[in-house]
């Protein structure tokens, strides 16, 4: 089926958050997406942390606020240890 | 301020760097001259020294680079990562990467690679990012322009946490980003501005949005890079959709969160007479049309209709307003007038003639 637009864009940035959380703070690329695991998942773990660095509200959702704040020209540096 | 994980630090206190290559973005001498000047901010600051050197290997090599230049941390092409560096250590320890898809400057167009440069060099040096919206060490890319740059006091603390104090008789000291919720924070100006209210502080704004809840922190360059900082007095005509800004004997016209062309001009232009050097605060009345301007401790009334003051001012500022105070900012809002003297605020309600209510600067950020 045809996708719908929503949706492609929600993949997008799914994607966008996923690669930022993985290049600035150590969100371990996922092999076994088809396998859930129980504990909480693993990017919201990092999303809360990303946004408590920036002092943003800790929703562990990629908010509006979030994704202004991802998508600032920065270091490449990332800003937790890896 | 964070020190990198292990401590990592230069065994000796004379370092070396070389530009390896240049980008044809930017005149050779003025990226020598922006790399210069970015070793100077942590040299003022330590007992470090930065000699340039050519042709031979140095601690810190900097150069420009693109996309995967292996070293595991491949660039992305315009905006997104700007630079990256390496901690302190042999080889590549120290080394400076830039993005030569950036668009590097020597101004507040694209990115300024003074800035950049100073900030990769704090990893350089041992430090990781600091989540202070203020320290040049915050991860994100926000402009200043070179000429007023002062490094802030939390990358001075991080950087002298290393390698000790500067051998200067006297320590440098530098700016310390306001904390909404500190009870000793005063205001230079602070104006409305299409229902949102901005607070400005030496070079930082505080916004505050009717629908957020927290309120936000920026530099003032961040929205309008060719404004000075230090703000002294700013209200907005509404009707006109217009912001006055206020510094020495100059101001600037906001159309929303562009510059008008034309600005800045001198506030003679507005009818104050040669003695008055300066605005302290001002407000709009959106009912009268009329503009209050504050000047030590009297103010004056502007009619933006005739576009000409208004005769028999300046008045003392107790005659009209009840309290013999200095104003060092006012707004309006819901038509009460807010007059901030310190840490504290007066509430005047103009049509009572008299001041209403007392509260403490801060009150407008839910601490």
Same mark, same amino acid.
């Given at each position: 089926?045809?996708?719908?637009?929503?949706?492609?864009?929600?993949?997008?940035?799914?994607?966008?958050?996923?690669?930022?959380?993985?290049?600035?703070?150590?969100?371990?690329?996922? =092999?076994?997406? =088809?396998?859930?695991?129980?504990?909480?998942?693993?990017?919201?773990?990092?999303?809360?942390? +990303?946004?408590?660095?920036?002092?943003?509200?800790?929703?562990?959702?990629?908010?509006?606020?979030?994704?202004? +704040? +991802?998508?600032?020209?920065?270091?490449?540096?990332?800003?937790?240890?890896? | 301020?964070?020190?990198?994980?292990?401590? /990592?630090?230069? !065994? !000796?206190?004379?370092?070396? #760097?070389?530009?390896?290559?240049?980008?044809? !973005?930017?005149?050779?001498?003025?990226?020598?001259?922006?790399?210069?000047?970015?070793? $100077?901010?942590?040299?003022?600051?330590?007992?470090?020294?930065?000699?340039?050197?050519?042709? !031979?290997?140095?601690?810190?090599?900097?150069?420009?680079?693109?996309?995967?230049? @292996?070293?595991?941390?491949?660039?992305?092409?315009?905006?997104?990562?700007?630079?990256?560096?390496?901690?302190?250590?042999?080889?590549?320890?120290?080394?400076?990467?830039?993005?030569?898809?950036?668009?590097?400057?020597?101004?507040?167009?694209? @990115?300024?690679? *003074?800035?950049?440069?100073?900030?990769?060099?704090?990893?350089?040096?041992?430090?990781?990012?600091?989540?202070?919206?203020?320290?040049?060490?915050?991860?994100?890319?926000?402009?200043?322009?070179?000429?007023?740059?002062?490094?802030? &006091?939390?990358?001075?603390?991080?950087?002298?946490?290393?390698?000790?104090? $500067?051998?200067?008789?006297? %320590?440098?000291?530098?700016?310390?980003?306001?904390?909404?919720?500190? /009870?000793?924070?005063?205001?230079?100006?602070?104006?409305?501005?299409?229902?949102?209210?901005?607070?400005?502080?030496?070079?930082?704004?505080?916004?505050?949005?009717?629908?957020?809840?927290?309120?936000?922190?920026?530099?003032?360059?961040?929205?309008?890079?060719?404004?000075? $900082?230090?703000? &002294?007095?700013?209200?907005?005509?509404?009707?006109?959709?217009?912001?006055?800004?206020?510094?020495?004997?100059?101001?600037?016209?906001?159309?929303?969160?562009?510059?008008?062309?034309?600005?800045?001009?001198?506030?003679?232009?507005?009818?104050?007479?040669?003695?008055?050097?300066?605005?302290?605060?001002? #407000?709009?009345?959106?009912?009268?049309?009329?503009?209050?301007? *504050?000047?030590?401790?009297?103010?004056?009334?502007?009619?933006?209709?005739?576009?000409?003051?208004?005769?028999? @001012?300046?008045?003392?500022?107790?005659?009209?307003?009840?309290?013999?105070?200095?104003?060092?900012?006012?707004?309006?809002?819901?038509?009460?007038? #807010?007059?901030?003297?310190?840490?504290? &605020?007066? %509430? *005047?309600?103009?049509?009572?003639?008299?001041?209403?209510?007392?509260?403490?600067?801060?009150?407008?950020?839910?601490?």
């Amino acid at each position: 089926f045809p996708v719908a637009p929503e949706a492609e864009d929600e993949r997008k940035t799914l994607q966008f958050v996923e690669s930022y959380l993985q290049n600035f703070y150590s969100l371990q690329r996922d =092999h076994q997406p =088809h396998l859930r695991n129980k504990g909480e998942n693993p990017l919201a773990t990092k999303l809360k942390e +990303m946004q408590a660095f920036f002092g943003l509200q800790v929703t562990g959702k990629p908010d509006p606020e979030t994704l202004e +704040m +991802m998508k600032k020209p920065r270091c490449g540096i990332p800003d937790v240890e890896q | 301020y964070v020190i990198t994980t292990g401590n /990592p630090k230069w !065994k !000796k206190n004379n370092l070396t #760097y070389r530009i390896l290559n240049y980008t044809p !973005k930017m005149r050779r001498a003025d990226v020598d001259a922006a790399i210069r000047k970015a070793f $100077s901010v942590w040299s003022n600051v330590t007992p470090l020294t930065f000699q340039k050197v050519e042709d !031979k290997e140095a601690d810190i090599m900097l150069s420009f680079a693109y996309r995967d230049h @292996y070293d595991n941390s491949p660039f992305d092409g315009p905006n997104g990562q700007l630079a990256h560096a390496f901690q302190p250590g042999e080889g590549i320890g120290g080394d400076v990467h830039f993005d030569e898809e950036e668009a590097w400057t020597k101004d507040g167009r694209g @990115y300024n690679l *003074f800035i950049v440069t100073a900030h990769e060099l704090g990893h350089s040096l041992g430090l990781s990012h600091s989540n202070d919206p203020g320290a040049l060490m915050y991860p994100t890319y926000s402009y200043t322009d070179p000429k007023e740059f002062l490094l802030p &006091q939390d990358d001075i603390d991080g950087i002298q946490a290393i390698y000790g104090r $500067s051998n200067a008789a006297v %320590q440098p000291t530098g700016p310390i980003t306001p904390q909404a919720c500190d /009870p000793n924070l005063t205001f230079d100006a602070i104006t409305t501005l299409r229902g949102e209210i901005i607070f400005f502080k030496g070079r930082y704004m505080l916004r505050r949005h009717p629908e957020r809840i927290e309120t936000e922190i920026n530099f003032i360059s961040l929205f309008w890079p060719t404004l000075p $900082s230090g703000i &002294q007095a700013a209200y907005e005509n509404v009707e006109r959709d217009e912001v006055l800004l206020f510094k020495e004997d100059k101001y600037w016209v906001l159309n929303g969160y562009n510059i008008v062309p034309g600005y800045p001009k001198q506030i003679y232009h507005l009818g104050f007479p040669k003695t008055v050097k300066r605005v302290n605060a001002a #407000y709009n009345d959106e009912t009268t049309g009329k503009t209050y301007f *504050f000047t030590a401790d009297r103010y004056w009334r502007y009619d933006e209709k005739k576009k000409s003051m208004d005769h028999g @001012y300046p008045r003392k500022i107790v005659s009209h307003f009840g309290k013999k105070i200095r104003v060092d900012a006012a707004f309006q809002e819901n038509g009460y007038v #807010y007059l901030f003297h310190g840490k504290t &605020q007066f %509430q *005047f309600d103009p049509h009572a003639k008299q001041i209403v209510r007392e509260m403490e600067s801060i009150s407008w950020f839910r601490c």
